[in-house]
T-cell receptor, first 114, second 115 residues
Framework: AQSVAQPEDQVNVAEGNPLTVKCTYS??????LFWYVQYPNRGLQFLLK??????LVKGSYGFEAEFNKSQTSFHLKKPSALVSDSALYFC????????????FGSGTRLSIRP | DTEVTQTPKHLVMGMTNKKSLKCEQH?????MYWYKQKAKKPPELMFV???????INESVPSRFSPECPNSSLLNLHLHALQPEDSALYLC??????????????FGPGTRLTVL
């Protein structure tokens, strides 16, 4: 079985400061890991993914994520937050045998104050 | 074209109505998905189509009936819905590649209200 946890319902950061949104996962075998962002009344937008290779993955809008196998984590990061980054962020995990199915975390609301 | 489109944007229906949600993509993706999303919650997978064949049905009630007429289109037929079915319905698509799991591209969703 596969699962993903986002331990923080909300993260508040001042504009210009670095941000981190946490995600931990559980999956049999090698994981496929994704981050998506959702703005109000919109669909989800893909940010980045980890399949294999470098543990630091770079994605859209200046976001990056660090894969840590020993801690089974895939935290989303950005060096300098923008007010426009305020949105709902979902981590998702899938496995090799998941037959195209991915499981979403509960979501973390990111709020960037000016 | 890197877009998934969904129609209508909003739908209000009574419990005895029959309606359909439509989804279209022209990215050549051979996997298409329906999700249901309640407010402030993650999307819940309903159905997956792979090469126009239903590959996953997450024990969805029969009042929801999916259809994939061709590789670009995905429909969700609705009949005798309940008020608790009110939600944002999201369509997504992805490349289908053996041995790999690819990112999904989502449409903007249909906001459904059942009265």
């Amino acid at each position: 079985a596969q699962s993903v946890a986002q331990p923080e319902d909300q993260v508040n950061v001042a504009e210009g400061n670095p941000l981190t949104v946490k995600c931990t996962y559980s999956v049999s075998g090698n994981p496929y890991l994704f981050w998506y962002v959702q703005y109000p009344n919109r669909g989800l937008q893909f940010l980045l993914k980890y399949i294999t290779g470098d543990n630091l993955v770079k994605g859209s809008y200046g976001f990056e994520a660090e894969f840590n196998k020993s801690q089974t984590s895939f935290h989303l990061k950005k060096p300098s937050a923008l007010v426009s980054d305020s949105a709902l962020y979902f981590c998702a995990v899938g496995g090799y045998s998941s037959a195209s199915k991915i499981i979403f975390g509960s979501g973390t609301r990111l709020s960037i104050r000016p | 074209d890197t877009e998934v489109t969904q129609t209508p944007k909003h739908l209000v229906m009574g419990m005895t109505n029959k309606k359909s949600l439509k989804c279209e993509q022209h990215m050549g993706h051979r996997a298409m998905y329906w999700y249901k999303q309640k407010a402030k919650k993650p999307p819940e997978l309903m159905f997956v189509y792979s090469y126009e064949k239903l590959s996953i049905n997450e024990s969805v009630p029969s009042r929801f009936s999916p259809e994939c007429p061709n590789s670009s289109l995905l429909n969700l037929h609705l009949h005798a819905l309940q008020p608790e079915d009110s939600a944002l319905y999201l369509c997504a698509s992805s490349q289908e590649r053996s041995g790999s799991l690819n990112e999904q591209f989502f449409g903007p969703g249909t906001r459904l209200t059942v009265l």
